[in-house]
Nanobody, 121 residues
Framework: QVQVVESGGGLVQAGGSLTLSCAAS????????MGWYRQARGKQRELVAV???????NYADSVKGRFTISRDNAKNTVTLQMHSLKPEDTAVYYC???????????????WGQGTQVTVSS
């Protein structure tokens, strides 16, 4: 069994900073990509940032230069540092990890429960 748990989030004023953390645990053999997605009210879930096991990163255009994703492969964690936050960054943020469990060759997507980020103007 695998669990993905986020922490961080909250309420911040525009221009402020927040850090989101996510940890995967359980019967994990390996983790491929880890990433952050967000879903604003009334909108579809969208990719914010993703990082490969080798450290390659990709960001949504809307967050480039403001957000930084990083991971610790030894701890199975991924972090999203968010700076210069804007009201349009308000959303529920979800952690995603592509995980292969032990004793299997199947790679599956696992999601955290989501954490609310609210940016006030």
């Amino acid at each position: 069994q695998v669990q993905v748990v986020e922490s961080g989030g909250g309420l911040v004023q525009a221009g402020g900073s927040l850090t989101l953390s996510c940890a995967a645990s359980g019967s994990i053999s390996s983790i491929n990509d880890m990433g952050w997605y967000r879903q604003a009210r009334g909108k579809q879930r969208e990719l914010v940032a993703v990082i490969t096991s080798g450290g390659e990163t990709n960001y949504a255009d809307s967050v480039k230069g403001r957000f930084t994703i990083s991971r610790d492969n030894a701890k199975n964690t991924v972090t999203l540092q968010m700076h210069s936050l804007k009201p349009e960054d308000t959303a529920v943020y979800y952690c995603n990890a592509r995980i292969r469990q032990v004793h299997t060759f199947i790679i599956s997507d696992y999601w955290g429960q989501g954490t609310q980020v609210t940016v006030s103007s």
